[in-house]
């Protein structure tokens, strides 16, 4: 840590807002509270939490070096959380309510980045910014530095209200109603804090998007998603939003449900509010796999739902900052700092100044300024990067600075004639790389570089996949170019895989005692609209083998589009079963002697969790016919996903059932249990072996996916929705997903 | 004397190839090559003229670098070290110098070659150390002391680097043609 962190406090003195001032006192004296043993461990990592300080992989104090798992020889005994090291390394997230930023904060985040961290900052997809390998006591420092720019971490993690997303185009885009800005803003602002915000069962995410039809805002994977609408009242022209509620991706997603489809710009602050006590009052506290508000609205359904927010908005005193801001929204979020001039067209344009033009620059609703995407690879930004970015944001325009959920930053209002000037600046800081938002700009979340839950590298594959394709003719031409894929390392959909033309999450898969990263391919996400749709898994590929199969889906896009047909067409029209077929041989995993490069991951040379584990002969036969039945629940699982295709719910719902009971009937016979004929008696059994004894608990996850299978037993013979049963798929692959990953953890701890 | 930076230059300007400084510092810590205690290794090659592949370990980080277009190995200091300002520069120097000649001597570097008389110094601390020229002048006798020390008086061109106040303080050493020819 840095000895120069007790300077700070003065030297920022009359800086900070005093609110902001005394919370992080009152956390660092948390800090200095738990140094002496007097905080519990639970009550500190929450605290922490609350203040964005995450931890990062290996802070258990211990990391798999490929040899074998060993213990980092920290030299204090001192935690910051249960089994997490005080001398870890960790996570600090910077919210950045609707990505907005000026300059001043971009160099502070700069000096940050280099000071306590690598010199790099990454942007999520929820528009904040991490730093990583930050020490905890750096933490009340770092965040005071922040606060003399006017940011804060507060709420950034735990279950609290997160960074409220917005369109990076509000208020220069063509589309839009209107610029959602001052409302996501005063939204953020109002719920920070708040008393009615503080008893979460889950976290809590909000979005403003300023249309419909474009995904800058992804309105429908949110808690609690607004889009902007006008409406005729009284003959006057009101400002309101249509609001959904209970969407969320996770491990099983949720399409969020229209709550309302206007509801008044004087009543949006306090429609979250009511929401919000529902809420903190009547969401699941205990068990955090079913605490998200999606899980609430669905138990209660909407028209309860409604009626107990309606009932906690009659009850609220009136408070003066639901509009307060209001009468101050139409003097709009930013504005130009040099005159509007048209860019004048060369004969002699060149070539990469033109590329960049077409992929990163959007032509703003005002005449004559561009928004400008400065597209980072992985959504990584160095602090000499940042410094630059903040020098042409004054240079050429008013620092009007957002970070977009594609992680990356867009410079908005730049008059279209500076265009080459710019774009000459940025290029000498490498910031002018074109494709922003395309099949070369993958969106991935941290995965096993640094996140505690990662199973696969994402950030290795999503920039292998961007090096390929750069390099790739198929994915110069037109059609491919708009497509969109996304990494997460886990099903916890950090990468929202869901939602992309080509999606992938980590899993992993054994052969002969030996573990391998593999990816689901998720295919028929649907990024427009909102994120308009959701798409399913259609099998696990080795992870090295994942860029032949995006090299082999979009060549086969390409030579058999028919007219204008979109990618989520194409996949419809061919259908499951033949995406399927197509990527069938690249499913097989090579025994380790064969291909051993096939059980290391991308860009890391270590054996893929793997030097523990024992091949003895005895055990490879029974892993072996494991592995045949849950190939068999695969397959089930993958039928009831073209019964969902034709539009039988009933036999989809049927079928993913049926790949549960079959995966956890393999494991009672894995573990030589007897298996029961009867299904009441497989559940029975499996609970006991499995879910009573927590053999069957995912290290973070715990007994959720058991649950799935479970729920889906009880309610097996009631009727079933197209909705339910995708769900029930979604949740019978992650069911057989922890049959595999259980398989590999009691084998290891058998082997220890 | 906290928190510096040594970065110590590669002379032939070929690249130094992220793949093999994957491979180089995951052996070190597989087989225990360092002192003080390696935690990971961090891939940040996709970002050009960046921080490369990056040893974090807990007292310090060691990257494989081309921060600036110019390839090197840096050594940053993190903790607290309770020593005075040349035995601050020494320990900071030295292991990096060490690094560098371990680099040289994996398999995957052959040909590649640091050159100890060549070297950037930057001080990690802006509350310590702003960008100015007090700072500068404060620093200054401290560090010629190290690289007289280091090089022999008056056989070295010390530069201080850039006076952006946002930057910060850095400096250049390399030695001149005098020390060359000692």
């Not at chain 1, 886990?490 to 054994?510: E, K």
């Amino acid at each position: 840590m840095k000895v120069s962190n007790h300077l700070w406090k003065d030297r920022l003195n009359g800086r900070i807002a005093p609110q902001l001032g005394a919370e992080i006192d009152a956390y660092e004296n948390e800090i200095a509270l738990k140094k002496q043993g007097k905080l519990d461990d639970k009550v500190f990592a929450e605290a922490r939490l609350r203040r964005g300080s995450y931890g990062q992989r290996y802070d258990n104090g211990f990391r798999h070096d490929g040899i074998e798992r060993r213990k980092l020889g920290y030299t204090t005994d001192l935690t910051k959380g249960p089994g997490t090291v005080w001398d870890a390394p960790g996570m600090q997230r910077i919210k950045i309510p609707f990505g907005g930023l000026n300059a001043e904060q971009l160099e502070a985040i700069a000096d940050l980045a280099e000071e306590y961290s690598v010199g790099v900052a990454h942007i999520t997809t929820r528009q904040d910014f991490q730093l990583h390998y930050i020490h905890i006591e750096d933490t009340p420092t770092i965040m005071r530095r922040l606060a003399a720019v006017g940011i804060t971490t507060r709420e950034a993690c735990g279950n609290t209200v997160r960074n409220v997303t917005g369109c990076p185009l509000a208020g220069v885009c063509r589309d839009q109603a209107f610029d959602v800005t001052p409302y996501a803003k005063a939204l953020a602002y109002f719920l920070l804090g708040h008393p009615d915000t503080q008893d979460f069962g889950r976290k809590f995410k909000i979005a403003f998007s300023g249309c419909d039809t474009n995904p800058c805002a992804l309105v429908h994977i949110h808690d609690f998603g607004c889009i902007a609408r006008v409406r005729e009242v009284d003959g006057q022209t009101k400002r309101g939003f249509e609001v959904y509620v209970g969407g969320g991706l996770g491990t099983v997603p949720y399409q969020a449900k229209l709550y309302d489809e206007f509801v008044s710009e004087e009543e949006l602050l306090p429609l979250a509010q009511s929401m919000a006590r529902v809420f903190a009052r009547l969401g699941e506290k205990k068990n955090r796999n079913t605490a998200r508000m999606k899980f609430l609205v669905a138990k209660l359904g909407m028209e309860e739902f409604k009626r107990l927010v309606n009932e906690e908005r009659a009850m609220l005193a009136r408070d003066s900052r639901w509009t307060a801001y209001i009468e101050h929204v139409d003097r709009g979020s930013d504005g130009p700092l040099r005159p509007a001039q048209l860019l004048q067209i060369s004969a002699t344009e060149p070539e990469d100044f033109r590329a960049w033009k077409a992929s990163n620059v959007y032509r703003q609703r005002q005449f004559g300024y561009a928004t400008v995407t400065l597209t980072l690879p992985l959504g990584d930004i160095t602090s000499s990067q940042l410094r630059t970015v903040a020098t042409l944001s004054r240079k050429y325009a008013r620092e009007t600075v957002r970070n977009t959920t594609e992680q990356n930053i867009v410079l908005r209002w730049v008059s279209e004639k500076d265009l080459p000037a710019l774009f000459t600046e940025l290029k000498v800081a490498h910031l002018a790389a074109p494709g922003a938002g395309t099949i070369v700009d993958p969106v991935a979340c941290p995965g096993t570089d640094t996140c505690k839950l990662g199973i696969s590298s994402s950030r290795g594959l999503a920039g292998e996949l961007r090096l390929r394709l750069a390099q790739s003719a198929t994915a110069r031409q037109e059609e491919i170019r708009g497509l969109h894929i996304k990494v997460s390392g886990c099903f916890n959909s950090c990468g929202q895989h869901h939602i992309a033309d080509l999606g992938f999450y980590g899993v992993s898969r054994t052969k002969d005692g030996y573990s391998a990263p593999h990816f689901q391919v998720v295919l028929g996400g649907q990024w427009s609209d909102n994120a308009g749709s959701y798409g399913l898994a259609i099998g696990a590929i080795p992870s090295k083998r994942v860029p032949e199969a995006v090299d082999r889906i979009t060549s086969r896009f390409l030579r058999e589009r028919q007219s204008d047909e979109t990618f989520q067409a194409f996949i419809r029209r061919i259908g499951k079963a033949e995406c399927k077929a197509m990527l069938d041989d690249l499913t097989v995993l090579a025994p380790p002697g064969q291909d051993p490069g096939a059980y290391t991951d991308w860009h890391d040379v270590r054996k893929y969790n793997v030097g523990d584990m024992g091949t003895g002969e005895c055990a490879g036969e029974v892993v072996s016919r494991l592995d045949r039945e849950l190939a068999a629940s695969e397959r089930e699982a993958f039928e009831a996903q073209l019964a969902e295709e034709k539009g039988d719910a009933e036999r989809a719902a049927s079928l993913a059932y049926q790949a549960m009971l079959r995966g956890a009937a393999a494991l009672l016979d894995w573990r030589s249990f007897p298996v029961p004929k009867n299904a009441d008696e497989v559940v029975a059994a499996f609970r006991k072996e499995f879910y009573d004894t927590q053999l069957f608990f995912d290290p973070f996850a715990g007994g959720k996916f058991a649950q799935y299978f479970f729920g889906a037993h009880t309610h097996k013979d009631e009727p079933h929705t197209l909705e339910v049963s995708h769900r029930l798929i979604e949740e019978a692959q992650l069911f057989i997903e922890c049959c595999h990953s259980s398989t590999q953890r009691i084998s290891s701890a058998t082997l220890a | 004397m906290q928190h510096l930076s040594v970065k110590i230059f590669e002379q032939s300007g070929a690249e130094l190839n992220s793949s093999s400084a994957i491979a180089v510092f995951h052996r070190w810590i597989q087989r225990g090559h360092l002192k003080e205690l390696a935690i990971d290794v961090a891939d940040y090659a996709h970002i050009p003229c960046g921080p490369g592949v990056i040893l974090v370990c807990y007292d310090g980080s060691y990257a494989l670098e081309n921060v600036g277009g110019r390839y090197g190995l840096q050594y940053q200091r993190k903790s607290r070290l309770d020593v005075d300002h040349q035995q601050a520069l020494r320990a900071a120097y030295d292991l990096a110098v060490a690094a560098c000649q371990r680099v040289e001597g994996e398999p995957e570097f052959k040909g590649h070659k640091f050159d100890p008389r060549e070297f950037s110094i930057t001080w990690n601390d802006r509350a310590l150390y702003p960008n100015t020229d007090e700072s500068w002048a404060h620093v200054q006798p401290g560090v010629a002391t190290f690289l007289d020390n280091l090089l022999g008086a008056r056989q070295y061109q010390l530069t201080r680097t850039g006076e952006d106040r946002r930057e910060r303080l850095s400096a250049e050493v390399r030695e001149t043609p005098q020390g060359a020819a000692r």
